[in-house]
């Protein structure tokens, strides 16, 4: 068997989806001895990893979809409820800071 650097990366991915581990780009250069800018930068080793890191949990799934659009949306719902309370707190400072302070005693 050749040991190219197709082989050393797809030889990585599967180590780490055997050993229930996520397939990134650090953890297959660490692996695979081959550099993680190496990694992103050829297009075949880009591709191998990619297409290991999609059947490992990213997998587009109707249930998946929506597992994530969920979360997104609750994400969503509490950064908007975050910004309103921070609005809010704007809005009181403004008005404090607005009102007039009588000047001191003028000459």
């Known amino acids: 068997m050749s040991d190219t650097p197709t082989d050393r990366v ?3 991915c599967e ?8 397939v990134t780009f ?9 550099s ?5 930068r050829d297009r075949q080793l880009r591709a191998v990893i990619d297409t290991y890191r999609s059947r ?10 929506a597992d994530r659009l969920d979360n ?3 994400a969503l719902d509490a950064v908007a409820a975050k910004v309103r309370r921070q ?3 704007l809005r009181t400072l403004k008005r404090q800071t607005a009102t007039p302070r009588r ?3 003028q000459d």
């Open 10 to 12: 797809r030889t990585a």
């Open 15 to 22: 180590q780490l989806l055997a050993a229930g581990r996520d």
């Open 26 to 34: 650090a953890a297959v250069a660490q692996h695979s001895g081959i």
């Open 36 to 40: 993680r800018a190496t990694c992103y």
């Open 56 to 65: 490992h949990g990213e997998l587009l799934t109707l249930t998946g979809l």
């Open 72 to 74: 997104l949306t609750q």
């Open 87 to 89: 609005e809010e707190e």
């Open 103 to 105: 000047s001191q005693k």
